[in-house]
């Protein structure tokens, strides 16, 4: 019972502290956005936005660790006595650089298996004359082909702007805008929505 009146006392004078800040890359000139700022023993935390700005609500004495795939993890302890509710942080996180080592993917256990089998395969020739290269032919197979990686790259990176700028950025709302207006009001003068029947 006295364990259980010390901690609760210990939790009572722990001021809460809002903790803010910016998270930098190693060299200062770009902010991270997605570190994962937490508390490992409270099991909550935030994560930084677009222009790596981070709030959260802190006790005194706690740990805060900041952590992003491919750069080191850092750790922040709260001071035990704040003067002020409030903390402000500037953090810079280095690169985590992982020397992984080589990997060959070959679809064959051995090389004398590969040559066997591109011996083995039956391809057809393909005439290269201007008819083949004409570009009705040219459409036809770009259409048949898969997305190369780059592609599939620029198609992920954009839909990652799109999740970011969704989830952090101001949504435009048709009904407010005033050039949305005159340009509705101005076809509503010229009789755009009369119907021609």
Do not use: C
């Not at 901690?7 to 502290?17: L, S, W």
């Not at 677009?50 to 993890?73: R, T």
């Not at 953090?91 to 080592?101: H, P, Y």
């Not at 048709?174 to 009789?191: C, D, M, Q, V, Y």
């Amino acid at each position: 019972m006295l364990t259980a009146n010390a901690h609760a006392q210990d939790t009572q004078e722990k001021k809460v502290v809002q903790l803010s800040g910016i998270i930098l890359n190693a060299d200062s000139t770009s902010a991270v956005s997605g570190v994962n700022v937490y508390v490992p023993r409270k099991g909550r935390g935030t994560s930084s936005n677009q222009f790596g700005y981070f709030s959260l609500p802190v006790a005194e004495g706690d740990s805060v660790v900041f952590s992003f795939v491919g750069l080191k993890n850092q750790a922040f302890k709260v001071p035990a006595k704040v003067a002020k509710d409030k903390l402000s942080l500037i953090l810079t996180m280095a690169q985590d650089e992982i020397a992984l080592g080589e990997v060959e993917v070959m679809p064959y256990p051995t090389e004398e298996e590969f040559k066997q089998a591109v011996l083995a395969m039956n391809v057809e020739e393909i005439p290269l004359d201007r008819g083949n290269l004409s570009p009705q032919m040219l459409l036809r197979w770009a259409e048949q082909m898969p997305a190369s990686a780059n592609e599939n790259f620029r198609t992920f990176q954009s839909g990652q702007m799109q999740q970011l700028q969704d989830r952090y950025g101001p949504r435009s709302f048709p009904l407010l805008n005033p050039f949305a207006w005159a340009e509705f009001i101005k076809s509503i003068k010229r009789g755009d929505l009369k119907n021609n029947d």
